[in-house]
């Protein structure tokens, strides 16, 4: 049971343009989403959160979306650069235990 | 401190063999987990501390794999009569009580032959 979906494996987006990743989830006890970028033989870094209560954040060029009636969020990066090209995960996190639950990843690459 | 950090980086060892990494937290921090992560998927949680005190543990974390956190800093995880199954990336990551984000580090990757 997939309570987290990246149903996208990879995006493709030209340096400049708008970058949009999304994330699914089913458990409407999530308190918190987050979205972290992962290099190749690195640990996940984070990079940008939002609150089940809030529907918008903003953090330079990175903004998360949340729309809770459609159990659906989504990462805006702009303009896209080439150092953005990496893994990015979505992370959902439980208000009982603080565990994350997280989806597969979508692979960015930022042609130039 | 600048971070998590994980050691070793990279185990190679026989099935059946024992394992043990280690993990050090942000220094300040009082939460610290434990995550496992295969090839195209994201990190399972397996277990967390509060301070020194394991509060959770993942049904993944069978009766082979034991965590501490003995003085509510460091923590080691430590599989015993490693399976082939267990190769994964072992991720660490720590936080603040009444925070949310959670930083990892590198990871400890294991390759049971």
């Known amino acids: 049971d997939q309570q987290v979906k990246q149903n996208s494996p990879s995006l493709s987006v030209q340096e400049g343009r708008i970058s949009i990743l999304n994330c699914d989830y089913t458990?409407?006890?999530?308190?918190?989403f987050l979205w972290y970028k992962k290099y190749p033989a690195e640990g996940p870094t984070f990079l940008i959160s939002?609150?089940?209560i809030k529907d918008k954040n903003e953090d330079g060029r990175f903004t998360v979306f949340l729309n809770k009636s459609a159990k659906h969020l989504s990462l805006h990066i702009v303009p896209s650069q080439p150092g953005d090209s990496a893994v990015y995960f979505c992370a959902a996190r439980l208000d009982s235990n603080y565990q994350l639950i997280w989806g597969a990843g979508t692979k960015l690459i930022i042609k130039p | 401190d600048t971070g998590v950090s994980q050691d070793p980086r990279h185990k190679i060892t026989k099935r059946g063999q024992n394992v043990t990494f280690r993990c050090d937290p942000i220094s300040e921090h009082n939460r610290l987990y434990w995550y496992r992560q295969t090839l195209g998927q994201g990190p399972e949680f397996l277990t967390y501390f509060q301070n020194e005190a394991q509060l959770e543990k993942s049904r993944l974390l069978s009766d082979r794999f034991s965590a501490e956190r003995p003085k509510g800093s460091f923590s080691t995880l430590e599989i015993q009569r490693t399976e082939q199954g267990d190769s994964a990336m072992y991720l660490c990551?720590?936080?603040?009580?009444?925070?949310?984000?959670?930083?990892f580090g590198p990871g400890t990757r294991l390759l049971v032959l």
């Open positions: 990551a720590s936080s603040l009580v009444g925070t949310q984000t959670q930083y």
């Open positions: 939002i609150s089940s």
């Open positions: 458990n409407s006890m999530f308190d918190y």
